[in-house]
């Protein structure tokens, strides 16, 4: 599986960035897909996922500003993201599980994709 983030970078608070996440070697369609972003200093934690049905699920710190969509047929997840702040500032990283639950499983992870945001 390989996964290949795309679209970060430096924006202002107040602005908006839209992540990619191109997917190949997977049946993209019946896996689950999320985001995780790590700041300086600081654990990686789960900020959205997609199930394959396409039910989504959000971090607290990011709900009302962040969607997560997937088009199957070009294999991609993307990350919008409205209203950034300073605290978004991270790398983000594109990742293939599973949730079971209440609990999304990471699997295969992609490189990371830095954004950047300036107050």
């Known amino acids: 599986v390989q996964l290949q983030a795309s679209g970060g970078g430096l924006v202002q608070a107040g602005g908006s960035l839209r992540l990619s996440c191109a997917a190949s070697?997977?049946?993209?369609?019946?896996?689950?897909m999320g985001w995780y972003r790590q700041a300086p200093g600081k654990e990686r934690e789960l900020v959205a996922d997609?199930?394959?049905?396409?039910?989504?699920n959000y971090a607290d710190s990011v709900k009302g500003r962040f969607t997560i969509t997937r088009d199957n047929a070009q294999t991609t997840v993307y990350l919008q993201m409205n209203s950034l702040k300073a605290e978004d500032t991270a790398v983000y990283y594109c990742?293939?599980?599973?949730?079971?639950?209440?609990?999304?499983?990471?699997?295969?992870w992609g490189q990371g994709t830095q954004v950047t945001v300036s107050s």
């Open positions: 070697g997977t049946i993209f369609s019946i896996n689950d």
């Open positions: 990742n293939q599980g599973y949730r079971s639950g209440a609990t999304y499983y990471p699997r295969f």
């Open positions: 997609i199930t394959s049905g396409g039910g989504t």
